[in-house]
């Protein structure tokens, strides 16, 4: 008898073709690397906004507002790891206040180098990333403020924005002292590291200074050559206040520390306005 009934032979489906098994398998794998890469951002993302809310919430502490965070962004590299850059590398209690009224209080540093001012919150540090909306700041017994400047090169008006040393007390007029750094390769130099390498000569930041003179306290710093004539040409409307002050206290017109105290005088006359 012939057998005319024979098996189907079972035709390869998804389900049993290897081809399209390890193309499912393939698929998976790039969908889970994708979910992890993504996993990833997103925890960037978590811990970024977590920063954000300590700060924030320390800045709340202090009793000032939340969104003035925003002015403050976390310092790069530790710049004390190169030549000490800092007006002093120590910290000194200070306050801010911002033009829009907020006050902060806690630790303080200049970094010359860099033009920030920096401040130590919960261990971390951070600069002022908006210079220009602080008033006024005080570190220590110092007043400082963050303005644009005006010098004079080669007959040619050059422009910028610096943290100065306000050397009277703060007024319509006021005396700055601008501070920079330039490298010392002297024999007098105090170290023989720049940027954390040992050299053969010896190096190290020196600080640098110049006089301002800043006629309006919204106005920019002009350069100030410390002499009886230039003071005067600078306040011409009380000469003969500024000359009998600075005659009756024995001032004079080089000496900063007089200076500031001739200044401090006619801010208390033009207050009386």
Not at 5 to 27: E, G, M, Q, V
Not at 242 to 268: E, M
Request: proline share 4%; aromatic share 12%; net charge positive.
């Amino acid at each position: 008898m012939i057998d005319i009934f024979h098996r189907k032979r079972k035709l390869p489906t998804k389900k049993n073709n290897p081809k399209f098994i390890d193309k499912r398998n393939a698929i998976r794998m790039k969908r889970m690397i994708y979910g992890l890469f993504l996993l990833l951002i997103w925890q960037m993302v978590i811990q970024e906004s977590t920063l954000k809310a300590q700060t924030q919430s320390m800045y709340v502490i202090r009793g000032s507002e939340a969104h003035s965070m925003q002015y403050f962004s976390q310092a790069k590299a530790p710049a004390d790891m190169w030549l000490n850059p800092y007006l002093d590398a120590n910290w000194a209690e200070g306050f801010m206040l911002f033009s829009d009224s907020i006050y902060w209080s806690g630790d303080l540093r200049l970094d010359l180098y860099r033009k920030q001012m920096e401040m130590r919150i919960e261990g971390d540090t951070f600069f002022i990333s908006q210079p220009f909306i602080v008033n006024l700041i005080k570190m220590g017994d110092i007043y400082f403020t963050y303005c644009p400047y005006i010098d004079q090169k080669r007959d040619k008006n050059t422009f910028g924005a610096d943290y100065f040393e306000v050397l009277n007390e703060p007024g319509q007029v006021n005396l700055l002292l601008r501070r920079g750094l330039r490298v010392d390769e002297s024999s007098n130099s105090k170290s023989s590291l720049l940027f954390g390498l040992p050299l053969d000569e010896k190096k190290s930041f020196a600080q640098t200074k110049k006089y301002y003179l800043q006629i309006d306290k919204d106005g920019p710093a002009i350069p100030f050559r410390r002499n009886k004539r230039n003071l005067m040409k600078h306040l011409p409307d009380k000469q003969q206040e500024i000359k009998t002050f600075a005659k009756r206290n024995k001032l004079g017109f080089s000496d900063p520390s007089d200076v500031a105290k001739i200044i401090d005088h006619y801010n208390a006359i033009y207050s009386k306005k």
